[in-house]
C-alpha cells in the first residue's frame, strides 16, 4: 500500500503514534484556531532549539523593555486654554430659525489669503439654533448657538451635539457647540467590522479582534504615556511594537514554526526600517517640528524628543503592513511544500519570490498612497505653489513624508526575501525530517504486518 511506502509523500505530518506524540500541540493547536491551508508543519528538535534560542530572549527582552519603561498612566499636563483641557457635556438641538445675520451681530467674514480690504459682511442669513443642555449641572438648560452662512458645518433639529463647559465663565457664556456626536454611527460602523471579521473569519477572525483590542491597549497604555513621561520615542516604538507583533502573531496564527518565521522576517524588516529611518532623518536634517500639532505637543512637553517621535511613528506605521507581508510570503512557502513536498529549499524560494515580487509591488503601491492619501490636503497646497517642484519636494514638511513613505517601502521590500529565505530553509529542514522519520516508522510497520502474515 502507498502508506507503507519509505517516503511516501502522502504520508501526513502528525500520523504515527510516535509523531503524534511529539507534535501533537502543534497540529492540535493549529485546527483549534481553524487553519484553512491544514496542519502546522512539524518542527525538528533541533530547529526547535534555533528558534526558541532567538525568539526567547527577545521575547524576555520585550517584557524587561515594558516593565522598566512602564509609564503607571499619563502625566498630568498643564492646563493650555487651547481647548485640549475643557469640560465637554452633551446637548440637543431642540429648535432652528433663520435669522438676519446683522440683528444678531454676526461676526463679519475675514478677507481670503492675498485679498486686501476690510472684513466682508456675511452673506445670507444665518441660523440661529436651540440647543438643549443633555448631561452635567445644567440639564435641561436650552441656549442659542448662531450660525454664520459660511460656516463649515450646519445642524438639523434633533441632532446630538457636544458641548464645550466652562464653569467659571459667565452664564451666558457657559456652554458652546464645538462639535457634533459620532458615537452612533462610530459605534454601528465598528460592528459592521467586528460581523464582517467574525463571519469570514470564523475563529481566526475572532482572535483577530481580540489581538487588535490588546494592540489599541498597547498603544494607549504604554506607547503614548511613556512618550509623555520623557522616555526616548523610538525606544518605546521598538518595544510596544515588539509586543503588539508578537502578541497578534502567535494569536491569529498559532505558536508554530510558520509563525515563528514571519516574527523574524517582521524583526528584521523592522531592524532595516530603524537603522534607514535614523540615517535619513539625520542626513536630511529633519527636525519632526512641521505641524501645529506637533508643536503645541513640543510646547506642553519639551522633554519630549521630537525627531525619536517621527521615528516612532515610521516604524509603527509600518508594522501592520509588515506583519500581512511575512505571513503572507511564509504561508506561500509552506504550501508550496505541500503541494510538492520533493522541493528543495532553492526551488521553495523560486517559486515563492515570483509570489513575493506581485506582493511587493502592490503593496508598495498601497503604502505610497496611504501616506498620499492622509496627506492629500497638503499635496493640494503644494500643487498650487509657485515653487518648482524640486522646491517642494525638498521642503522639510514634503521631505518628511517623502522619508516616512520611502524608508517604511525599503523595508517592506526587504522582507520579502529574508521572510522567503527563512521559511524556504525551515520548511525544508522539518520536511526532510518529517519524511525521514515516517519512512523509518512505515517500515517498520511493513515488517511487524510481514511477521503477522
Not at 498630568?76 to 451681530?105: F, W
Not at 459682511?121 to 454664520?148: A, L, M, Y
Not at 521642503?395 to 524608508?407: G, P, W
Request: glycine share 12%; hydrophobic share 45%.
Amino acid at each position: 500500500m502507498t502508506r507503507t511506502e519509505p517516503h511516501a509523500p502522502a504520508q501526513t505530518p502528525g500520523q504515527g503514534h510516535g509523531h503524534s506524540h511529539a507534535h501533537g500541540h502543534s497540529h492540535g493547536h493549529s485546527h483549534g484556531h481553524g487553519h484553512s491551508h491544514g496542519p502546522a508543519t512539524p518542527v525538528s528538535a533541533h530547529l526547535r532549539k534555533v528558534i526558541a534560542a532567538v525568539l526567547i530572549p527577545f521575547g524576555i527582552a520585550v517584557l524587561a523593555g515594558l516593565v522598566v519603561l512602564w509609564p503607571g498612566g499619563a502625566p498630568p499636563h498643564p492646563h493650555t486654554g487651547v481647548g485640549l483641557d475643557q469640560q465637554t457635556e452633551s446637548g440637543r438641538v431642540v429648535k432652528i430659525e433663520e435669522v438676519d445675520c446683522a440683528k444678531v451681530g454676526a461676526q463679519p467674514q475675514q478677507p481670503a489669503p492675498g485679498q486686501e480690504g476690510a472684513p466682508a459682511p456675511p452673506q445670507g442669513p444665518c441660523e440661529k439654533s436651540s440647543v438643549e443642555v443633555t448631561s452635567g449641572p445644567d440639564k435641561g438648560r436650552e441656549f442659542t448657538e448662531i450660525v454664520q452662512p459660511n460656516a463649515p458645518r450646519h445642524y438639523s433639529v434633533g441632532e446630538k451635539v457636544v458641548l464645550a463647559y466652562a464653569p467659571k465663565a459667565p452664564e451666558n457664556l457657559r456652554y458652546s457647540v464645538t462639535d457634533v456626536d459620532r458615537t452612533v454611527p462610530m459605534a454601528v460602523l465598528a460592528a459592521v467590522f467586528a460581523l464582517a471579521v467574525v463571519v469570514v473569519g470564523r475563529l481566526r477572525g475572532v482572535f483577530a479582534l481580540v489581538a487588535l483590542a490588546i494592540s489599541f491597549g498597547v498603544l494607549t497604555l504604554f506607547i503614548l504615556p511613556a512618550i509623555l513621561h520623557g522616555s526616548d520615542p523610538l525606544l518605546v516604538a521598538v518595544v510596544g511594537g515588539s509586543a503588539i507583533m508578537l502578541i497578534a502573531l502567535y494569536m491569529c496564527h498559532g505558536l508554530n514554526a510558520r509563525t515563528s518565521v514571519a516574527v523574524l522576517g517582521t524583526l528584521t524588516s523592522l531592524l532595516v526600517i530603524g537603522l534607514l529611518g535614523s540615517l535619513f532623518t539625520e542626513w536630511a536634517r529633519l527636525t519632526g517640528n512641521t505641524d501645529d500639532q506637533t508643536g503645541l505637543v513640543h510646547g506642553l512637553y519639551p522633554q519630549i524628543e521630537i525627531r525619536g517621535l517621527l521615528l516612532a511613528g515610521i516604524i509603527i506605521g509600518s508594522l501592520g503592513v509588515l506583519d500581512d507581508v511575512t505571513v503572507t510570503q511564509t504561508s506561500a512557502v509552506w504550501e508550496l511544500k505541500e503541494a510538492d513536498p520533493s522541493a528543495n529549499w532553492r526551488k521553495l524560494y523560486g517559486s515563492a519570490m515570483r509570489i513575493g515580487r506581485d506582493h511587493i509591488a502592490s503593496v508598495v503601491n498601497t503604502l505610497v498612497l496611504a501616506y498620499a492619501g492622509a496627506s492629500l490636503p497638503l499635496l493640494l497646497l503644494f500643487s498650487i505653489a509657485d515653487s518648482g517642484v524640486g522646491t517642494v519636494a525638498t521642503s522639510e514638511i514634503v521631505a518628511e513624508e517623502i522619508v516616512r513613505t520611502l524608508v517604511g517601502s525599503i523595508g517592506l521590500v526587504a522582507s520579502v526575501p529574508v521572510t522567503t529565505v527563512l521559511a524556504a530553509l525551515v520548511v525544508s529542514a522539518d520536511r526532510h525530517n518529517a519524511v525521514k522519520g515516517s519512512g523509518g516508522r512505515s517500515r517498520a510497520r511493513g515488517g511487524r504486518r510481514r511477521r503477522a502474515k
